[in-house]
């Protein structure tokens, strides 16, 4: 056989391997969804590098949360590296990426999204725990930095009047993470009625739970907007009655 079809032979090899582990390791919603060329396999984690969706942090946790997944977590320093390598180099993703960790329900205690407490950290100076005091409560979710080594840095997690005053932009790329022990696409495994009327419950429930805790975001984000907002306009009256005076 000729190099030429030794070589076509091997490519093809690698490439029917690689779509193997993606198999085997990728939902087959997420697989029916994304192009095979943003999936990556690690560790027995499968990854979704989404470059084209420009999201809110609420936003790109509920399109994971679609198929089983969070928003990637870099617990330790390799999958970090891993991480900000792929993003940079193989993906060209150069700007901040969300990924799931934030201080959302106590301030500068930082959890992930499988809620399991934050052990190693990679912040930037000046972010996570040790943001300044004026920013530390407006700024409560977690992007990783590409262009910045990989160091993490917090942001607002959502559009609203804040956002727009700070020219913040709530709206970045993300990775989503599907932590699976071992799945087969290729196997129709039949599932009994009952079996699949608890999961179907369980899937509602923890619909209700997502909408119930981004209800409460927005509430929360609105009623910050509109208590700065007053308070802009009662400085802005006092302002101009003192002028008038």
């Given at each position: 056989?000729?190099?030429?079809g030794v070589?076509?032979l091997?490519?093809v ?7 193997r ?20 396999v690690?560790?027995g984690?499968?990854y979704?590098?989404?470059k084209?969706k420009m999201?809110?942090?609420g936003d790109?946790?509920?399109?994971c949360?679609?198929y089983?997944?969070?928003l990637?977590l870099?617990?330790t ?34 959890v ?6 934050m052990?190693?950290s ?6 996570g725990?040790?943001?300044n ?9 977690v992007?990783?930095?590409?262009t910045?080594d990989g160091?993490w ?5 959502n559009?609203g009047?804040?956002?727009?005053v ?5 709206k ?8 699976l022990d ?5 196997l129709d495994?039949?599932?009994?009625k ?5 999961k ?11 909408q119930?805790?981004?209800d409460?975001q927005d509430?929360d ?9 007053d308070q802009?306009d009662?400085?802005?009256q006092?302002?101009?009655q003192k002028?008038?005076d």
């Amino acid at each position: 056989m000729s190099f030429v079809g030794v070589s076509f032979l091997l490519l093809v090899s690698v490439v029917a391997a690689t779509n193997r582990t993606l198999e085997n390791s990728c939902p087959s919603g997420v697989l029916g969804m994304a192009d095979p060329f943003y999936l990556q396999v690690y560790d027995g984690s499968c990854y979704h590098f989404v470059k084209n969706k420009m999201r809110t942090f609420g936003d790109a946790s509920a399109d994971c949360r679609k198929y089983g997944g969070t928003l990637a977590l870099p617990k330790t320093q390799s999958l970090n590296d891993y991480l900000t390598v792929q993003s940079s180099k193989q993906y060209k993703m150069l700007n901040p990426i969300w990924i799931g960790l934030h201080d959302l329900f106590k301030e500068k205690e930082f959890v992930w999204q499988d809620n399991s407490k934050m052990e190693w950290s990679n912040f930037a100076k000046g972010n996570g725990p040790d943001n300044n005091i004026f920013r530390r409560g407006l700024e409560d979710c977690v992007a990783i930095d590409p262009t910045d080594d990989g160091l993490w840095h917090d942001y607002q997690c959502n559009t609203g009047f804040i956002a727009s005053v700070t020219f913040s932009k709530p709206k970045k790329m993300y990775i989503c993470q599907y932590t699976l022990d071992f799945v087969d696409n290729s196997l129709d495994f039949s599932v009994k009625k009952e079996d699949q009327g608890d999961k179907e419950q369980q899937d509602k429930d923890q619909q209700d739970k997502d909408q119930k805790y981004k209800d409460q975001q927005d509430k929360d984000q609105q009623d910050k907007d509109q208590q700065d907002k007053d308070q802009q306009d009662k400085d802005q009256q006092d302002k101009d009655q003192k002028d008038k005076d």
